[in-house]
T-cell receptor, first 109, second 116 residues
Framework: DAKTTQPTSMDCAEGRAANLPCNHSTISGNEYVYWYRQIHSQGPQYIIHGLKNNETNEMASLIITEDRKSSTLILPHATLRDTAVYYCISGSSASKIIFGSGTRLSIRP | DAGVIQSPRHEVTEMGQEVTLRCKPISGHDYLFWYRQTMMRGLELLIYFNNNVPIDDSGMPEDRFSAKMPNASFSTLKIQPSEPRDSAVYFC??????????????FGSGTRLTVV
């Protein structure tokens, strides 16, 4: 599985868009980019994933650069409940998911 | 759907005792994963099953750890004998082959294990 790098921590004002970057420069052609988050004391929660096109669902948007070496997860209107550790992971759909250290996102009122 | 169900939620045991953690995956899911989370090492994949068969157990720390999946609706992770360094939160997750490409893994609420 390709390795990803993320900032250790970020913060964002409530109501603003939270943009979480991720670098995956060694990603291969058949590997997806997955995002999960883990709210304190809970199990990780799937957010979104993509291969090369931008994706949007009810939780977030995923923007993947044309060369696929990096991506950004966007939470359009952050709330206090979005405070969590966000994990960016790359891998194929048939492979196991390996979690890195993630980004600790704090939402300030 | 009740989601992935793990039991117990909390377990406190003495060093040297056997510990059994349980997991019921979502009905219809044919992949099951066991993870361990500690402050020092983060989330580590221990083992995963496909159609009840262990596929990759390279993350199992040592022979004291064993996992089974006797049927599609039940899996256990056993530690015998337990040691204080096994203290962690253990998560179970499940998915289907189609689901991995659509909605990823679904995780349970975890079992917090404390070995004293």
């Amino acid at each position: 599985d390709a390795k990803t790098t993320q900032p250790t921590s970020m913060d964002c004002a409530e109501g603003r868009a939270a943009n979480l970057p991720c670098n995956h420069s060694t990603i291969s052609g058949n590997e997806y980019v997955y995002w999960y988050r883990q709210i304190h004391s809970q199990g990780p929660q799937y957010i979104i994933h993509g291969l090369k096109n931008n994706e949007t669902n009810e939780m977030a948007s995923l923007i993947i650069t044309e060369d696929r070496k990096s991506s950004t997860l966007i939470l359009p209107h952050a709330t206090l409940r979005d405070t969590a550790v966000y994990y960016c992971i790359s891998g194929s759909s048939a492979s196991k998911i390996i979690f890195g250290s993630g980004t600790r996102l704090s939402i300030r009122p | 759907d009740a989601g992935v169900i793990q039991s117990p939620r909390h377990e406190v045991t003495e060093m040297g005792q056997e510990v059994t953690l349980r997991c019921k995956p979502i009905s219809g899911h044919d992949y099951l994963f066991w993870y361990r989370q500690t402050m020092m090492r983060g989330l580590e994949l221990l083992i995963y099953f496909n159609n009840n068969v262990p596929i990759d157990d390279s993350g199992m720390p040592e022979d004291r750890f064993s996992a089974k999946m006797p049927n599609a609706s039940f899996s256990t992770l056993k530690i015998q004998p337990s040691e204080p360094r096994d203290s962690a939160v253990y998560f179970c997750a499940s998915s289907s082959r189609q689901g991995i490409s659509s909605y990823g893994y679904t995780f349970g609420s975890g079992t917090r294990l404390t070995v004293v």
